[in-house]
């Protein structure tokens, strides 16, 4: 299941129907640019994996810092399944300076 947050958006909340999921954010890396994964709270670790951590370039159209894609993907543990929100935080920063200039906030619901 993928989830792909809106670029104008710092918080979305998506319903999640299976044992995996993938957090989609639209960036640039030819700026310098990354979203990382916030450290997860011992609750949350509990549940969730992180299986993926990839960026991709946009293909088309091809332009030169044209930017792309970040996708996280995450395997829920069957385990812990009593948990039925699970909060992500991912910040959109350069990796050397200590401030993001963005932070998104995702929930996700469990059915």
Avoid at 71 to 100: C, I, M, Q
Wanted: with cysteine; net charge negative; glycine share 8%.
């Amino acid at each position: 299941m993928e989830f792909v947050v809106p670029a104008s958006d710092d918080a979305a909340t998506f319903t999640l129907t299976g044992s995996s999921f993938c957090v989609v954010l639209a960036g640039n890396a030819t700026t310098g640019y990354a979203w990382i994964l916030d450290p997860l709270d011992a609750d949350t670790a509990s549940v969730v994996t992180l299986a993926g951590d990839v960026y991709a370039a946009n293909t088309q159209p091809q332009l030169v810092g044209g930017g792309g894609t970040h996708k996280f993907s995450f395997a829920v543990n069957g385990a812990s399944a009593h948990r039925t929100a699970l909060k992500l935080t991912f910040l959109y920063k350069r990796v050397w300076e200590a401030d993001p200039v963005r932070t998104v906030r995702v929930v996700i619901n469990r059915e």
